[in-house]
DNA sequence: CATCCAGTATATA
DNA sequence: TATATACTGGATG
């Protein structure tokens, strides 16, 4: 099962107290979520606040985003989530992310668990490519996920993110790295 | 301990 | 078609 190959996105900010956050909706639901660090995304997203998809279900959608996103930044559970849009990811990457979400608050599995979560404990690899390529950090936990030896692996958001997100929901990593 | 390798799904060139 | 990855466990020097 391939992606679908193009659609069009209404981006709006989230202020937090970490930063602008941007988050990207298609007409199914959210669709993306940026770190503060995307600037041009920031300025779009200023300038042309809603337009494309423009529907209340939209609005109501970010503020359950804009909710769940702060409680996730302090380290508590995101609570209701908007409906989530992963037709941009393969199968495969769709059950990645679907096991990602199981993941407790606090807790954290390695990619060698989630290989087997999805009944592919071979595939080890390629979690960690479905766990780079997902395009909502933060409320899909990537971050949650641990080299076997409990460190950090990497983190396509930057890895100061992945420390300090898991560092407010009281996670403790193999020292070194 | 340092390398190397197979196995897997994707992306990129 | 080849190579490189947010991997991991086992083999080898």
Redesign the pocket.
């Known amino acids: 099962m391939k992606?679908k190959a193009k659609a069009e996105f209404v981006l709006l900010p989230v202020p937090t107290r970490d930063g602008k956050f941007i988050a990207r909706y298609s007409e199914k639901g959210l669709a993306g979520l940026e770190f503060p660090s995307a600037v041009g995304l920031a300025r779009r997203a200023d300038r042309t606040p809603q337009r494309g998809i423009p529907t209340s279900s939209i609005r109501r959608w970010h503020r359950a985003t804009a909710a769940a996103l702060k409680r996730a930044l302090a380290g508590r559970a995101p609570g209701v989530l908007p409906p989530l849009d992963v037709s941009v990811g393969?199968?495969?990457?769709q059950r990645v992310w679907s096991a990602l979400r199981k993941i407790g608050c606090g807790q954290t599995q390695?990619?060698?668990e989630i290989a087997q979560a999805i009944g592919?404990p071979?595939?080890?690899?390629?979690?960690?490519?479905a766990?780079?390529?997902?395009p909502i950090?933060v409320l899909v936990p990537?971050?949650r996920?641990?080299?076997?030896?409990r460190k950090l692996?990497?983190?396509?958001?930057g890895l100061n993110w992945k420390r300090t997100l898991l560092a407010r929901e009281g996670v403790v990593l193999a020292s070194g790295r």
């Open positions: 992606p393969t199968a495969f990457q390695s990619y060698g592919k071979k595939a080890v690899r390629a979690v960690g490519g766990c780079g390529a997902n950090p990537c971050h996920v641990l080299a076997a030896n692996g990497g983190f396509s958001g």
